[in-house]
């Protein structure tokens, strides 16, 4: 007997097939079927090849909640690369002016433009306002009170609970995180002109879609990675750390700062103003830098 039936029809490619094969996997695993009936199933429903090869099976893995037990190994810094391209790359500003759109840092926050870009549709997204303070919602209920949050899971959700590593159930946690839609890097090290260069450079090897600054210290490159392969990802990333990027946000489940959102203490460092940035306002995690290109 087949569920094929009861899931919705998967898009023509190029319009969020990926994201239909996380619904198909979490539907028929909460169905209660095995990967071995639901491979098929979901492989028949597709409407192009599974890419990469693992596509079906990745997807099964993260709707069981069955995670990598252990991090990886990350590389340790090399200053003499990271001071050759912090040397060569833009400054803050100069990342600002290569913005594919319009930066503004009026009084208006942009949040729920960014978050309709990044996360198209109404997927479920886990967003709060601190660490202990968060739910799970579809987008189009969080629309209008995105400019008081502060931090949100880069990846849309599975599911809206899911169980704790204690065995709770929790609006965050790895079980019910999705497939990765984006890979985030923070450079909290350094000044911001560094960190810019540093994030630039790696949009080389990565579709930047956007920088968001964290209101303190850091700023927060979002890299598009729907569909790529954990180790495609794994190189990239630990590339990332060698240039001294911080290895916390490797885990799909960590919250980040939230683009345009508002931070929890409303204070806003200096950071900015020392590159030459001084119109945003208190509180603020200002966005540097925007491509939807990269994410259409």
């Not at 252990?70 to 500003?93: D, F, K, M, Q, Y």
């Not at 579809?138 to 931090?151: A, P, T, V």
Request: charge should be positive; charged fraction near 25%.
């Amino acid at each position: 007997m087949t569920l094929l039936p009861k899931l919705k029809q998967c898009p023509a490619s190029g319009e969020g097939i990926h994201k239909w094969v996380c619904y198909a996997a979490c539907t028929l695993v909460e169905a209660g079927m095995t990967d071995e009936q639901a491979e098929p199933e979901i492989e028949a429903g597709m409407s192009r090849e599974p890419n990469p090869a693992s596509e079906i099976k990745d997807a099964l893995r993260y709707a069981r909640g069955d995670r990598r037990s252990c991090s990886p190994r990350w590389s340790l810094a090399n200053p003499a690369a990271i001071a050759e391209i912090v040397r060569n790359g833009p400054n803050v500003l100069e990342l600002v002016s290569r913005s594919r759109e319009l930066i503004q840092f009026g009084p208006q926050s942009r949040s729920e433009l960014f978050i309709d870009v990044l996360f198209p549709s109404n997927p479920w997204l886990c967003i709060g306002r601190a660490n202990d303070r968060f739910y799970t919602n579809r987008r189009e209920s969080w629309r209008g009170q995105l400019n008081e949050q502060s931090l949100i899971v880069p990846s849309p959700m599975c599911a809206q609970k899911g169980r704790t590593k204690q065995g709770k159930q929790s609006w965050h946690s790895e079980e019910n995180t999705g497939p990765r839609r984006f890979l985030i890097v923070e450079f909290d090290q350094g000044a911001l002109d560094n960190q810019a260069a540093l994030l630039w450079h790696l949009a080389q090897f990565a579709p930047l879609a956007l920088v968001v600054f964290s209101g303190s210290k850091s700023v927060h490159g979002w890299f598009f990675c729907e569909g790529q392969s954990e180790d495609t990802l794994q190189r990239f990333f630990d590339y990332a750390v060698s240039l001294g990027a911080d290895s916390k946000t490797w885990s799909r489940s960590q919250f980040v700062r939230l683009p345009d959102g508002k931070r929890s203490d409303s204070k806003t460092s200096d950071a900015l103003a020392h590159s030459g940035i001084r119109n945003v306002p208190s509180g603020r995690q200002a966005v540097l830098y925007f491509d939807r290109g990269v994410v259409q």
